[in-house]
């Protein structure tokens, strides 16, 4: 049950394009499809973004995208906008009804 | 609206044990299981248990195991966990979630309850 892989920051101007990756392993990223994505803005609780690998809820933008290869998954976010400034955690299912995050990546919208 | 609201953290200390509430409304409490996550300050989360909604299925992270009881009590719509011999790596927010059907943690999520370990 080790922490997911993130890389601690990423940055981008607005209007353009961010990927964040999560590395896991093959007994979880690599064998579930049950990774999902939180954003954290400062003081405030997790949200949801992703679930699923690629599955968004309802009311998370269009801008927001998962994929999953492998052992990695990834999270896109296009178009930014100065509200997508926070901290993006991954998670993953990793087998025996266990649960594991990733370390977390700050975004910062230049 | 659905709502999730933890207690029970302050300042404890050392060796002790402490008992952490989530209390939900809002939604068909029986049909949820639930998480608990925890952040200590300026890190990142870490999974710490579930308990499913048959109250039967538990499991606990690896790192704290042995320490930590989950349970939930479905007349009161609550959730509760448990953290025994606390130490000063306890010390974080602690936050409950619902269990989504696969493996997320549903919104919203509660504001939390701060557990602070000091002599």
């Known amino acids: 049950q080790s922490a997911l892989t993130q890389p601690p920051s990423a940055s981008g101007s607005p209007g353009q394009s961010v990927t964040i990756s999560c590395t896991g392993t093959?007994?979880?990223?690599?064998?579930?499809?049950?990774v999902s994505w939180y954003q954290q803005h400062p003081g405030k609780a997790p949200k949801l973004m992703i679930f699923a690998v690629t599955e968004r809820p309802s009311g998370v933008p269009d801008r927001f995208s998962g994929f999953k290869s492998g052992n990695t998954a990834s999270l896109t976010v296009s178009g930014l906008q100065a509200e997508d400034e926070a901290d993006y955690f991954c998670s993953s299912y990793a087998g025996n009804s266990k649960g594991v995050f990733g370390g977390g990546t700050k975004l910062t919208v230049l | 609206q659905v709502q999730l609201v933890e207690s029970g953290g302050g300042e404890v200390q050392p060796g002790t044990s402490l008992r952490l509430s989530c209390v939900a409304s809002?939604?068909?409490?029986?049909?949820?299981?639930f998480h608990w996550v925890r952040q200590a300050p300026g890190k990142g989360l870490e999974w710490v248990a579930v308990i499913l909604p048959d109250g039967i299925t538990k499991s606990y992270a690896d790192s704290m195991r042995g320490r930590l009881t989950v349970s939930r009590d479905n007349s009161k719509g609550t959730v509760f966990l448990q953290l025994s011999s606390v130490r000063a790596e306890d010390t974080a927010r602690y936050y409950c979630a619902r269990d989504g059907t696969a493996w997320e943690l549903l919104p919203p999520w509660g504001p939390g309850t701060m557990v602070t370990v000091a002599s």
């Open positions: 093959s007994s979880d990223i690599g064998t579930y499809n049950y």
């Open positions: 809002g939604f068909n409490f029986r049909s949820y299981g």
